[in-house]
């Protein structure tokens, strides 16, 4: 539980900028203690490792086998408010639990749990927890659906594996704003019986702003649409299978074209021509993240409202064919800035600022001078 002292006037840091761009890259080394040192160097360093999960995680409670560590933690001196929990009782977890007011919980448990203690223990970390990755377990005696409010959650990263666990989110939760969704293979049935659970939460949640939804089809089976009105500026989906019903498309295609505040749409896997092509013509964003342009790069109109592009791991000359159709780019990212790309670029991208790349071929400095 990092405490940082109050220092007026100080200095400014000249390592600050530089800190905050390569933190990740050099305290994944240091040891939990050098890691709550550095925190106090200043209060950019402070702040930098507070957000940064790798510096964090060195300094989470790992509770591996809670029906041995309840009574430790009954006499801790220690505040935790990381926690990392294996399999275990959580009914015993939960009655020490609350008097740490955890804010981030990571549950790594894939067995199948008791739903009433599964219950008790996500009440006890409910009114504190601001970030949360509730596991992969699957209920068992479980009855009835109930649903837990959680005020202070502000990040939940969520494999669903039935209803009955998932259930336990779809309470208010007024400062929850990013959302990451996975479903496993057996769960359409169960969100879709007597309604879609996925509906009822986002109902509940309208000023979720990022939004990341992996195997989209539990979600756009039903019309996700009906009365849903979401506060969206990052919208992220994949779909690895091929098979689009036309119910599924008309969904998906309406959700993204209700989101008017949309700025991100990151597509992280999609192989359906058809379903891009509309996303690209019909819907309104900024910017774009594509992993794979090899698909849709063909009878495409003109977007004059995209502003960015982030590519991944496309070859040039498909990346063309998507500047040529985007005339405002103001800025793009490649893997390799290419003699092509770059040529193109400064006859055809007037508003162009800038290029995020992360090799160049050699001879790309003449074309720059």
Not at 62 to 84: E, G, M, T
Not at 134 to 162: H, V, W, Y
Not at 201 to 223: G, H, R, T
Not at 308 to 337: A, D, G, H, W
């Amino acid at each position: 539980n990092l405490s940082w002292p109050i220092i007026s006037n100080l200095p400014m840091d000249p390592l600050d900028h530089t800190f905050v761009d390569v933190n990740d890259l050099i305290l994944q080394h240091f040891k939990s203690k050098d890691v709550l040192q550095s925190s106090l160097v200043t209060k950019v360093w402070y702040e930098t490792i507070g957000s940064s999960k790798i510096c964090m995680q060195k300094i989470w409670l790992r509770i591996d086998n809670p029906a041995q560590q309840v009574n430790l933690l009954k006499i801790s001196a220690r505040k935790y408010q990381n926690f990392r929990i294996q399999p275990g009782l959580r009914k015993k977890l939960a009655e020490v639990i609350k008097r740490f007011s955890p804010k981030i919980a990571m549950i790594t448990d894939e067995n199948e749990v008791d739903h009433d203690e599964y219950y008790s223990f996500m009440k006890s970390i409910a009114p504190t927890i601001e970030q949360l990755h509730p596991g992969e377990a699957t209920m068992k005696n479980a009855f009835k659906l109930r649903s837990l409010d959680f005020p202070n959650l502000k990040e939940l990263q969520c494999t669903i594996t039935d209803g009955f666990s998932f259930s336990t989110f779809l309470g208010k939760c007024p400062k929850l704003e990013k959302v990451l969704f996975a479903f496993t293979n057996e769960v359409t049935s169960d969100l879709l019986i007597p309604y879609n659970l996925i509906h009822r939460f986002f109902q509940s949640n309208p000023q979720i702003k990022s939004l990341w939804l992996c195997e989209i089809d539990c979600v756009f089976l039903y019309d996700i649409t009906y009365n849903i009105s979401l506060d969206l500026r990052i919208f992220a989906f994949g779909k690895t299978t091929e098979g689009f019903s036309m119910k599924m498309k008309e969904h998906l295609v309406k959700f993204i074209k209700l989101q008017k505040n949309l700025e991100w749409l990151k597509i992280l896997c999609l192989h359906d021509r058809e379903v891009f092509m509309r996303i690209w013509t019909e819907t309104s964003f900024r910017r774009l993240f594509i992993m794979d342009c090899s698909l849709f790069s063909h009878e495409l109109q003109k977007n004059f409202i995209v502003e960015e592009i982030n590519f991944y791991l496309n070859p040039s000359c498909r990346i063309l064919k998507f500047l040529s159709l985007s005339p405002n780019l103001i800025t793009f990212r490649v893997r390799q800035l290419s003699k092509q790309i770059m040529e193109f670029s400064a006859k055809n991208l007037p508003r162009l600022e800038s290029i995020q790349f992360q090799s160049v071929e050699s001879d790309v400095g003449k074309i720059y001078e």
